[in-house]
């Protein structure tokens, strides 16, 4: 069975850091396709934070460029988002997504002001 938790959420200052590590088990195929972080801020939608493809090509939202940075660790079958200079609006759920794992319960982040 495929399973993926997500880790590293908490409460922090605004300007503060935390990293995110995401860990799936019982998979190999993981290490063939992209892996993403995605957020739910409270009363929106979720969206797309950042993403590393199977090749090492990354990309990020606008909002986070400059501050975040996503990696991978195939070997361990690990993923992570190193986040730096965080903001109140950086406040939400994080969700790894890493096909072919489920989505996973996520991690919360708190970023007060």
């Known amino acids: 069975q495929v399973q993926l938790v997500e880790s590293g959420g908490g409460l922090v200052q605004a300007g503060g850091s935390l990293r995110l590590s995401c860990v799936v088990s019982?998979?190999?195929?993981?290490?063939?396709?992209?892996m993403a972080w995605y957020r739910r801020a409270p009363g929106k939608q979720r969206e797309l934070v950042a993403l590393?493809?199977?090749?090492?090509?990354?990309n990020y939202a606008d909002s986070v460029k400059g501050r975040f940075t996503i990696s991978r660790d195939n070997a361990k079958n690990t993923g992570l988002l190193q986040m730096n200079g965080l903001k109140p609006e950086d406040t939400g759920v994080y969700y790894c997504?890493?096909?072919?794992?489920?989505w996973g319960q996520g991690t919360q982040v708190t970023v007060s002001s």
């Open positions: 997504n890493w096909p072919p794992a489920s």
């Open positions: 019982g998979s190999i195929a993981i290490r063939f396709n992209t």
């Open positions: 590393i493809t199977s090749g090492g090509n990354t």
